[in-house]
C-alpha cells in the first residue's frame, strides 16, 4: 500500500470541506472543490478518503470525537456558568454566519437524519452538546447565578431546541446577526430562573 501523501493534516483538509459544504452545500461538495481549497490535487484526496462521501463521514466523524472537548473550552475564560453558555449557542452556529451558509450546513444536516452511518456521529455531536448545556445549567445554580431547584435537565433541552429554532427563524426572517439573536433568546429563556442580588 503506498503510503499518505504528506503536507496537509487530514484536519486541515476536514476544516476545508466544512468551508465548501457552507458555500455550496454536501450537493454541490466536489473533490477538485476541497483540494483546490487545501492546495492539493483531487487524487490524493480520492487515496485518503476514497470518494466525496468519504470526505463527508470523515467530516462527520471528526466532529463527534471533537464534539465533547470543543463544547467544554465555551466554559473557559468566562466570567460565570451562564456567560459559557450563551457562548456555547453562538459558537454552535458560528459557521452559518449567513441565511446561505445556514441553509446549506442544514442540508448537511438532513443527510444526517437519513444515512444511519451520518446520523450516528450527529447522535453524539446532539448529546454531547446537551451534556454541556446541561453541566453549565448545574454549575450556575451550584454557583447561585439560578434558584436552587431549577429543573436543570428539562431547561437544557430547552436551551437546545431554542439554539436550533432561534438559527432557522434567523435565516427566515434575517433579522439582525445570528449570534445577538442567540444570545437574546437564551436570555429570554434563562430569566425566570436567575436569582436576583437580593435574593442570593
Not at 451520518?118 to 447561585?144: C, K, M, N, P, S
Not at 433579522?175 to 444570545?183: I, K, M, P, T, V
Not at 437574546?184 to 425566570?192: I, K
Amino acid at each position: 500500500m503506498a503510503g499518505r501523501p504528506r503536507g496537509v493534516d487530514d484536519s486541515v483538509i476536514l476544516r476545508a470541506v466544512a468551508e465548501v459544504v457552507g458555500r455550496v452545500g454536501p450537493a454541490g461538495l466536489t473533490l477538485a472543490a476541497v483540494a483546490d481549497e487545501v492546495g492539493l490535487v483531487p487524487g490524493t484526496l480520492v487515496q485518503r478518503f476514497g470518494s466525496k462521501r468519504g470526505l463527508l463521514v470523515a467530516l462527520a466523524r471528526q466532529a463527534a470525537h471533537e464534539a465533547r472537548a470543543h463544547h467544554e473550552l465555551s466554559r473557559q475564560g468566562r466570567p460565570s456558568p451562564l456567560a459559557a453558555l450563551a457562548a456555547l449557542a453562538e459558537e454552535s452556529m458560528a459557521l452559518m454566519d449567513t441565511p446561505e451558509r445556514f441553509a446549506n450546513h442544514l442540508a448537511f444536516l438532513c443527510m444526517d437524519l437519513t444515512d444511519p452511518q451520518l446520523h450516528e456521529y450527529a447522535l453524539v455531536v446532539h448529546e454531547a452538546q446537551r451534556e454541556a448545556i446541561l453541566a453549565l445549567l448545574d454549575e450556575a445554580v451550584a454557583e447561585g447565578e439560578l434558584r436552587a431547584g431549577t429543573d436543570t435537565g428539562t431547561l437544557a433541552e430547552s436551551v437546545q431546541a431554542l439554539i436550533t429554532g432561534t438559527g432557522l427563524t434567523w435565516a427566515l426572517d434575517r433579522r439582525g446577526a445570528l449570534a445577538e439573536r442567540l444570545r437574546r433568546a437564551v436570555t429570554t429563556l434563562l430569566s425566570p430562573h436567575i436569582r436576583t442580588e437580593e435574593k442570593r
